[in-house]
């Protein structure tokens, strides 16, 4: 596999990553750097750890998580996206959505992994070689952390400059992420 399709593939699987950390950085508020390095190495642990966990899956487990696996990443994606779309809205006082809680980082970092999963398991159907797939997945995740990083700081600037709008905005993006899981 070359160089430049590993990174072809890798900034594909950031994209997911990138609008989850764009949603996450603007509902969350100020996210401090070192809240943002948590999110963003989560997100790449994970499309790294999927990526390569796929490859060892291979073929026969392909099948049957391929049937449900868009719909797992539909229904965590969606709820989310619902629930700060939401409190977005909502009167009370508002608690902020909580990237760093563990049960919504892991949520979030495995529900925009599941095409990593794919991915992995389609290197092992080519019969990739271990060294190749252990580069890839360490790419992947390597530019899956800067995506990540660069979503987060997008969005403390677009957040600053739009308020509550761009907090829909983000929920709406990751129902549409869950939608695009589910139709494609």
């Not at 902020?96 to 970092?109: K, Q, V």
Request: hydrophobic content about 60%; glycine content about 10%; overall charge positive.
């Amino acid at each position: 596999m070359e160089f430049i399709t590993i990174i072809l593939i890798a900034l594909s699987l950031s994209v997911d990553s990138f609008a989850v950390t764009v949603s996450t950085g603007i509902s969350g508020g100020k996210v401090a750097t070192i809240n943002a390095l948590k999110i963003a190495f989560s997100l790449a642990f994970f499309q790294s750890l999927l990526t390569f966990l796929g490859w060892i899956a291979g073929y026969e487990v392909l099948e049957l998580v391929k049937s449900i696996g868009h719909w797992i990443a539909f229904v965590l994606l969606s709820f989310i996206g619902a629930k700060m779309i939401y409190e977005s809205f909502s009167k009370k006082k508002k608690k902020s959505f909580a990237p760093l809680d563990i049960r919504i980082l892991l949520t979030i970092s495995f529900a925009t992994s599941i095409d990593a999963l794919f991915t992995g398991m389609s290197f092992g159907l080519i019969n990739t070689a271990f060294p190749t797939v252990l580069f890839a997945s360490c790419i992947i995740g390597i530019i899956t952390f800067i995506v990540a990083i660069s979503g987060i700081f997008f969005a403390k600037i677009a957040g600053t400059l739009l308020g509550k709008k761009i907090e829909v905005f983000g929920g709406i993006v990751l129902i549409g992420i869950g939608l695009k899981i589910l139709l494609t």
